[in-house]
């Protein structure tokens, strides 16, 4: 049975949580939520960021207009540029909590 230690959330845009036990990562936004390995994670926060900077600039805020592919056969989110930033937001806010938890990991076990 799955523990899960909370890197984000926020009810109305969703959340990332982290499985104790197995490592194993749940993200929720609006409708979707994805199961994901730690390094699956990574690779997918950074392409939703770099998705973000790509088009931040470029497009009407209120227009779904952006597709992001998933690591999943025939799954992609559709998004305007303010569910992209609120995405991109949530996984950036849960990898640096990430971080931040394995930094403080580190100290204690230097400290011993």
């Not at 230690?5 to 009810?11: D, E, I, V």
């Not at 952006?66 to 806010?93: N, Q, R, V």
């Amino acid at each position: 049975m799955c523990n899960y230690k909370t890197w984000f959330h926020k009810n109305d845009v969703g959340y990332v949580v982290q499985c104790t036990t197995c490592g194993r990562m749940q993200v929720a936004f609006n409708i979707i939520v994805i199961n994901l390995t730690e390094s699956d994670f990574t690779g997918f926060r950074q392409s939703i960021s770099e998705t973000f900077q790509l088009y931040k600039d470029t497009v009407n805020e209120n227009v779904k207009c952006i597709m992001i592919s998933t690591p999943f056969s025939g799954l992609s989110f559709f998004l305007t540029i303010t569910e992209l930033k609120e995405f991109t937001y949530m996984l950036e806010a849960a990898d640096n909590e990430m971080k931040v938890h394995q930094f403080i990991e580190a100290f204690n076990k230097s400290s011993l």
